[in-house]
């Protein structure tokens, strides 16, 4: 990873990273209960190898400072979708927040 002094710099690598290597996605259900009848889920996911992790980090760094934030998504993923299926208990993921 190049040396990135500013934070305007770090910033921009991160965007040029995610760029490359991210992937955004919106997918739409039907769902009669739903107020307009359907259902939005944005989706951002941007993955690298074990021994480049580094990005990784400097990202969570970078733009997830706010660990706050992250809880109170987590807890509204949950409370809106309490019964669906995922990978990680709520409890394994708010471990992670630690």
């Known amino acids: 990873m190049p040396a990135l002094k500013k934070k305007r ?11 490359g290597e991210g992937c955004f996605s919106v997918s739409f259900s039907k769902r ?8 939005t889920k944005p989706s951002f996911s ?21 660990k706050d934030g ?6 509204l993923a949950f409370q809106m979708n309490p019964s669906g299926k995922r990978k990680y208990t709520k409890a394994e993921m708010q471990k992670a927040l630690r």
Not at 33 to 38: D, P
Not at 70 to 75: A, H
């Open 70 to 75: 992250l809880r109170k998504i987590l807890d």
């Open 9 to 19: 710099n770090i910033q921009e690598y991160i965007s040029g990273y995610v760029d």
């Open 46 to 66: 941007v993955s690298q190898n074990e021994d480049r992790a580094q990005i990784l980090f400097l990202m969570q760094k970078e733009l997830h400072k706010n």
């Open 32 to 39: 009669e209960k739903f107020l307009v009848g359907w259902e």
